[in-house]
């Protein structure tokens, strides 16, 4: 019998400050460094997306997020080296000040107008933020 196919799971969340959305540059990760992007990582295991969304949101820029106030506003079947499915959430209020917590994989981090985003920001995370402004809650991206 051969193995059940498995697919990687990350979630990525949209901190939005005054209408203006947090970026992450990623430096040194072997992945798209000098790109921007936005708080996200693997879902661990036995851990819910709002849980991985509050980890990552803690692990990165030192915030802490409540689980209500976490809403999953999308989600991408991607294939680029290998095939994943992304959960994007969003959310608006947290305790903390935002702060560049691993220097080691990003080099800047700044607010931006999700409509007028930098070039350098990785395609499907564009396609997502722009899914998220069109209301648009399921995409694919990659395939032929």
């Known amino acids: 019998m051969s193995a059940r196919f498995r697919l990687v799971s990350a ?3 949209f901190l939005f400050n005054g209408g203006r959305l947090m970026l992450l540059r990623r430096f040194q990760t072997g992945y ?6 936005v708080v996200a ?3 661990e295991g036995d851990e819910t997306v709002v849980a991985a969304a509050i ?5 990165e820029v030192e915030v802490d997020l409540a689980p209500d106030d976490v809403q999953v506003v999308g989600v991408m079947h991607r294939r680029s ?15 903390g000040t935002p702060r560049n ?14 409509r007028a985003l930098p070039e350098n920001v ?18 694919s991206y990659g395939f032929p």
């Open 55 to 59: 980890r990552e949101a803690r692990e």
């Open 11 to 13: 979630v990525h969340l």
């Open 101 to 114: 917590a691993e220097p080691d994989k990003c080099d800047d981090l700044r607010w931006a107008d999700p």
């Open 32 to 37: 798209e460094d000098g790109m921007y992007s």
């Open 122 to 139: 990785i395609p499907y995370v564009r396609r997502a933020i722009e899914n998220y402004l069109a209301g648009r809650w399921f995409d």
């Open 81 to 95: 080296n290998d095939e994943r499915i992304d959960w994007f959430v969003t959310c608006t209020r947290w305790t």
């Open 41 to 43: 990582g693997h879902l």
